[in-house]
């Protein structure tokens, strides 16, 4: 199993930038697809990033596809959402999610394969 715990949200005003960080507890953090989510007020939970195993493969939404970053750190059990010219549309609580993966170094952008969810942290774009 794995333990996440997501940090680094906030309030920011549009067009800045935040870093949301996931630090995840147990073992074998490298054997597991990471990805991460938010859910506004009044809207359905949606896909933002996620990262194979390695790091090697990415995929975005498309609303945020050039702004926002995602990577992680296997040394440091840690998985990133870098987020620059934040828009006012980003606010939400977003979620860091993982799936174990066996097999194929992939990613998945199915929120119905993760096993393990964070409790999310607050972003708040001011416009």
């Known amino acids: 199993q794995v333990q996440l715990v997501e940090s680094g949200g906030g309030l920011v005003q549009a067009g800045g930038s935040l870093r949301l960080s996931c630090a995840a507890s147990g073992r074998a953090f490298s054997s597991y697809a990471m990805g991460w989510f938010r859910q506004a007020p009044g809207k359905e939970r949606e896909f933002v990033a996620t990262?194979?195993?390695?790091?090697?493969?990415?995929a975005y939404a498309d609303s945020v596809k050039g702004r926002f970053t995602i990577s992680r750190d296997n040394a440091k059990n840690t998985v990133y959402l870098q987020m620059n010219s934040l828009k006012h549309d980003d606010t939400a609580v977003y979620y860091c999610?993982?799936?174990?993966?066996?097999?194929?170094?992939?990613?998945?952008?199915?929120?119905?394969?993760?096993?393990?969810w964070g409790q999310g942290t607050q972003v708040t774009v001011s416009s």
């Open positions: 990262i194979s195993q390695s790091g090697g493969s990415t």
């Open positions: 999610a993982a799936v174990l993966r066996f097999f194929s170094d992939s990613e998945s952008a199915a929120a119905g394969e993760y096993n393990y």
